[in-house]
DNA sequence: CAGCAGCGGATAGTGCTGCTATCCGCAACG
DNA sequence: CGTTGCGGATAGCAGCACTATCCGCTGCTG
């Protein structure tokens, strides 16, 4: 197929498609004469998945490439492509880290961590950014995050332990190793949804319990 | 205090500190003389909250504004915050929406919503980003996000319902606002990176799980 | 075989965001 | 009384994610 195609079963512009073209996100079509090219299904997959990463995810277009690279890059090797994902879904921006109180919070993270005997890289980026949630709500005056940090990462073990079963359960290896983005990066967005959704719930619930009696107001 | 000392103690820099007045995501001081102003410790702590929801949350400049808008504005309607605090966070982008595979998705949810009788409105913008990301799986061919969305949810309800205890277990009203706020936000960064810290875990444990025998490469 | 839509490739431009820089006249402090 | 800093205003900038335009060519249509 040709451009035209791919921009209409996608439902990506064509100058998009271009501009992706020029920065690496999809590999070119196959030169069939010296101004045509052919794309084929694996195009189109490509370009879902980009889109999807960008649209749902919220991922960069400089991430977006990192991943899609990763993803031939390390074709059998599930731990670098979850370093990749996992990257490509940080936050852009980040506080400043020389504080004390950040290096405390810092301290508790690699505490919590080693107390559950986790195994990760002792300098995981996402452990900085769990110090940056516990020193950012420290400054404001705001324990709690920290007091539950246990029960966060109760959570967080218990979801990562369906999430990494469901992805394991791929037989296919290519299949598995596109669940291993997918899942970091759409998981991410459809559990971050349900949560609110979840405290939309929960908020309603727990007032009317406060205020018992007849007549609950709106 | 003056917006040099506010400077030193928060670690903005005057520019800035100029330009989140002119956005309105802080209140002016209170004019001294001509081309003096005094600022106090709720200025200081205004700004760390800006720079939370910022830095560490993501959160744009503009969402910002209304959050912090928000936390006058409904100072006594939690459950308004809430809605805002929440849409401060939501996806910048969004994908097509007008596809009978995201209407389907899109009906999945209702269905969920319903099943666990979740209080919720119908017309929840949380209940769309659930339907995109199950409807990028779908297109994908990724069905397993779908298969799981029940144990998503539970696992979002059970931290739901900690951190809305964690929220009105707070006996001032007023910090409680607050709370919601850096609930809703800071709480999302936190379990974020707990979220991905505890793939990296589960990964390797499982891994090692599938491949039994001694002499474990790396 | 003429004509015209569409293509690939290249270059330039756009709109938005989040700051950053500069200038001004004035106040405060040593 | 001079230096430093202030507040207020305006302008500028860098990065991002596209979007527009142009060119010569291809390939299908009639």
Redesign the interface.
Known sequence: MRVGELSRRS?VPIPTIKYYLREGLLAPGVAVASNQADYGEEHL?RL??V??L?????VSVAGAREVVGALTAYADD??EL??VA?SS?A??????RA?PEWLAARGRVTEL?AE?G????AW?P??D??A???A??G????P??SE??G???D????????????????PDPA?RM??VV???V??????????????????????EL?KPGPGIAQ
């Open positions: 439902g997959r879902l998945l889109r999807a960008i649209d749902v995810g919220g599930p731990l979850l370093g996992q879904v936050p852009r921006h980040q506080p400043d504080t961590v559950r986790w195994l990760v890289e995981s996402e452990m950014q769990v940056d949630a516990l950012a709500g400054s404001l005056g705001v709690e995050l539950k940090l029960e966060y990462a959570t967080a073990a218990s979801l990562a332990a369906v999430e990494v079963g469901m992805v394991l359960a791929r299949a596109e669940l997918l899942g970091t759409l998981g991410e967005a459809l559990f971050s949804a349900l949560r609110m959704l979840a405290h939309q719930h929960e908020s309603k619930r727990q007032l406060g």
